[in-house]
């Protein structure tokens, strides 16, 4: 898995690209956790290249929800794909998160 970040104006996009397992969830984290830093809790998480994630994954996408409530913020994704937004939704885990069709509308979303 390879992990893009990048700022778009205040807001910071992390874009991982390739299924998330328990072996790049620490990366994963870690690079939501600078990049909710650095863009002051404005954060996108651009899951348009995610095929698939596993449970561990799962319960990272949950803590970065929970810390962005904890911050007065939502957890804005987008670009989920078919298989992670059935796996999200199966589990009941879809209403943790505020989903956008893209990254654009997601960025758009904090003006």
Sequence with gaps: MKIERQKVGSVGVVAPRGSVTQAEVEELLSAMEMTRQSAAGRVVLDLSGVPYADSVALEAL??????QRSAGQSAKVAGLTDTLREI????DLLGEFEPFDSVETAVRSFL
């Design 62 to 67: 949950l803590d970065f929800a929970d810390r």
């Design 88 to 91: 999200l939704d199966v589990t």
